[in-house]
């Protein structure tokens, strides 16, 4: 596994721990205190580094942050952390709970350990990358968020999902893509069952062109592009036919 | 001459009736379950089985035109920073930008502003129109998430974490791909033309405690300025409003299974969920076993339809009323002026409900160019607005006649019911005795 899978640009802008950080322990000041610092930022804050200690799985840790900031969270969060991000590029050092991204319209948000259940739900843009493992319902609602998982994904995971792309390094559990829109799924290892509707697709070279991408873009280098199969949406459910009702 | 024994009439039957056998015939037909919009069409206990008493020997009543009876309400004091003031304790309910046609939406934010009251958004996002229009803006939090960005969410003026609605409690929704022009299909982020599910379940949280952090999610999201809903169809009250206000909730919406949907099966709108009259007590004895009653407000939809029953829901203590199906009529929907185009539709004004199939007559329930242009929004939303005033003015009427200067002091007291069904359900007595079915042990 790489060491780092955050992008250039984002090393750039300030993704990495930077000297001037500014910090906050969450062991000393609230949670509403660091939303509320976090919030109050203009554009061109010279306030482009955050540190958050002592997480100690908080919840709504750094959710609804709308400007171009790094924030490193050191230890692991609970529920919703990032949730609805808006250009920040977030690192959780540790472990994150269930809907981690969830909403994310922009911006990156990096989990170095394993992500819990609805990882990156109904995401609009932005990329989320777990290094470890995702849980059950990973991409579920996905509407064009770029979420890439180095190790496994749980069962449901991009149910009804609608846009964007979901990159899975290891396996995918089962019913993956149950009732699937048009994300695009990218799975290297096993899949255990497809969900309704869910059917593999062939890779043709504008796929292996957009997941290179993908991969680059999080930091991912010891792969290939092409040691993926592609999965999408039979598109037979699309509109309702009594025929198709044992499928749902 | 021969006799002839005399014939029997004939005799339809109750139980299968015309529209049992119609029903029948048509899913033969078809294979497929009949969808359509609207909520329960079946007669039900409801508030014209309530009355109220009036001031008598016992209680003086107040002077109609001069002495003041408050209408105002204040929604979301509970923990938001900006709680939202209302005029008068009439909102509208949350309808979607996709069902409803732009104008419509528009109409709708012009005659509750003009009213001093909120409407809300539904399963599609906040559109422009809507929030230009709309003084008082409550944005839905549904499981779909159409449309949901934080832009929007920090935009409004209240939060509606939706768990389900009256007219299919635990069930999720479906656009028919008919309605789905360019504009409804990239505010959900689908292609056009395709049928788009609404998810039954949201997609990142499932019971009271996962709600409770969710809410947290929206508070820190909005720095505790919005006021949070949280609504539910009439499925338990009692438990659902109870598990509300734990979870943090400033506000609960419980909607009677007279509310309306845009589309769901007909067999789901008739068969699940409880009459609104059936809901407001639980909920309100909820609220009164928490000690929040009046701290966490209660509003409740679903059949209401003019100031008395405005005033019987505040009397059995709801803090506020919303409307859906009610204020479509006041913009003009199923108006017998187009009943030459309903008649074409198969159908008749007053009973058009295929709402789904975007060809409502009427401008409305549609995504029609041509057809929205039947809906001035100007002009709709003084109706609205019309008849918000009437149904204020006729529910201030019958508490000035109570003797109460607020309409928030009508009380349980004031009312009797028509039947025992009634009775039991609102808990107060069967007129003519002092009778109230299922207190007592009797």
């Given at each position: 596994m790489p060491a780092t899978p955050m992008s250039k640009a984002e090393r750039e802008q300030g993704h990495a721990h930077s000297q001037a950080s500014r910090v906050f322990d969450l062991s000393v000041h609230s949670l509403r205190e660091l939303n509320q610092a976090l919030h109050s930022l203009t554009p061109g804050s010279n306030e482009t580094a955050w540190e958050v200690l002592n997480p100690k799985g908080s919840h709504s840790v750094a959710v609804g942050v709308d400007q171009p900031v790094s924030i490193d969270v050191r230890g692991s969060v609970g529920y919703y952390c990032a949730g609805m991000n808006d250009?920040?590029?977030?690192?959780?050092?540790?472990?994150?709970?269930?809907?981690?991204?969830?909403?994310?319209?922009?911006?990156?948000?990096?989990?170095?350990?394993?992500?819990?259940?609805?990882a990156g739900a109904t995401g609009r843009g932005g990329l989320l990358v777990i290094e470890g493992n995702a849980s059950s319902r990973c991409g579920i609602s996905m509407k064009g968020i770029d979420i890439v998982v180095h190790g496994n994904i749980g069962h449901m995971s991009a149910f009804m999902a609608q846009s964007g792309n979901l990159v899975v390094l290891g396996d995918a559990g089962d019913a993956l893509g149950d009732s699937i829109y048009e994300a695009?799924?990218?799975?290297?290892?096993?899949?255990?069952?497809?969900?309704?509707?869910?059917?593999?697709?062939?890779?043709?070279?504008?796929?292996?062109?957009?997941?290179?991408?993908?991969?680059?873009?999080?930091g991912v280098t010891d792969v290939k592009a092409s040691e993926f199969k592609r999965y999408g949406s039979a598109r037979t459910l699309y509109n309702f036919n009594i025929d198709n009702a044992d499928a749902y | 001459m021969?006799?002839?024994?005399?014939?029997?009439?004939?005799?339809?039957?109750?139980?299968?009736?015309?529209?049992?056998?119609?029903?029948?015939?048509?899913?033969?037909?078809?294979?497929?379950?009949?969808?359509r919009g609207a909520g329960a069409k079946r007669k039900l206990p409801h508030f014209d089985d309530l009355l109220f008493l009036g001031a008598s020997i016992s209680r003086y009543p107040l002077e109609g035109y001069r002495e003041r009876c408050d209408t105002s309400v204040v929604l979301g004091s509970r923990h938001a920073r900006k709680p939202i003031e209302l005029k008068i304790p009439i909102t509208i309910a949350g309808m979607s930008f996709g069902s409803l046609s732009g104008p419509a939406k528009e109409a709708l934010g012009r005659g509750a502003t003009?009213?001093?009251?909120?409407?809300?958004?539904?399963?599609?996002?906040?559109?422009?129109?809507?929030?230009?229009?709309?003084?008082?803006?409550?944005?839905?939090?549904?499981?779909?998430?159409?449309?949901?960005?934080?832009?929007?969410?920090r935009r409004a003026d209240a939060i509606e974490v939706v768990v389900g609605q009256g007219a299919k409690p635990g069930g999720g929704g479906m656009l028919l791909g008919q309605k789905i022009s360019d504009r409804v299909a990239e505010m959900r982020t689908l292609p056009k033309g395709i049928d788009q599910r609404s998810a039954s379940r949201h997609p990142d949280w499932t019971g009271p405690d996962d709600l409770e952090i969710k809410i947290l999610e929206l508070r820190e999201i909005t720095d505790w300025e919005k006021p949070i809903y949280v609504k539910v169809g009439g499925a338990r009250p009692y438990y659902d409003t109870a598990l509300a206000v734990k979870a943090g909730a400033d506000v609960v919406v419980v909607d009677g299974m007279q509310g309306g949907t845009a589309a769901t099966q007909e067999v789901f709108i008739e068969n699940v969920g409880q009459p609104t009259l059936a809901c407001i007590r639980p909920a309100v004895q909820a609220l009164q076993d928490l000690g929040m009653h009046r701290k966490v407000q209660l509003i409740v939809s679903g059949g209401i339809r003019n100031g008395a029953d405005v005033a019987k829901a505040l009397a059995l203590g709801v803090d506020a009323v919303s409307i859906g199906t009610a204020a479509l009529v006041a913009l003009g929907d199923n108006d017998p002026r187009w009943e030459a185009e309903y008649s074409a539709l198969g159908t008749t004004a007053?009973?058009?409900?295929?709402?789904?199939?975007?060809?409502?007559?009427?401008?409305?329930?549609?995504?029609?160019?041509?057809?929205?242009?039947?809906?001035?929004?100007?002009?709709?939303?003084?109706?609205?607005?019309?008849?918000?005033?009437?149904?204020?003015?006729?529910?201030?009427?019958?508490?000035?006649?109570?003797?109460?200067?607020?309409?928030?002091n009508l009380e349980p007291e004031d009312l009797v019911a028509l039947s025992i069904e009634a009775a039991a359900m609102a808990g107060v007595p069967l007129a003519g005795t002092n009778w109230i079915p299922g207190k007592n042990g009797f």
């Open positions: 250009g920040a590029a977030i690192t959780v050092h540790g472990s994150a709970g269930p809907g981690v991204g969830e909403n994310m319209m922009s911006g990156s948000i990096v989990i170095k350990g394993d992500a819990s259940q609805y695009r799924l990218f799975v290297r290892g096993k899949v255990e069952s497809l969900g309704a509707d869910c059917i593999a697709k062939e890779m043709r070279p504008e796929h292996i062109e957009l997941l290179q991408a993908l991969l680059d873009k999080a | 021969t006799y002839r024994n005399p014939p029997t009439t004939p005799r339809k039957s109750a139980t299968f009736d015309d529209y049992t056998l119609s029903e029948i015939r048509r899913a033969a037909a078809t294979g497929i379950y009949d969808i003009l009213s001093g009251t909120s409407t809300t958004t539904g399963d599609g996002g906040m559109t422009e129109e809507e929030r230009g229009h709309s003084k008082t803006l409550v944005y839905q939090y549904l499981p779909s998430r159409y449309g949901m960005n934080p832009r929007d969410l007053g009973a058009y409900d295929d709402w789904h199939e975007g060809r409502d007559p009427a401008g409305i329930t549609t995504q029609d160019p041509e057809l929205m242009k039947r809906v001035d929004p100007i002009a709709a939303g003084r109706r609205l607005a019309n008849y918000l005033k009437v149904m204020t003015l006729e529910a201030q009427t019958i508490a000035r006649a109570c003797g109460k200067n607020s309409l928030h």
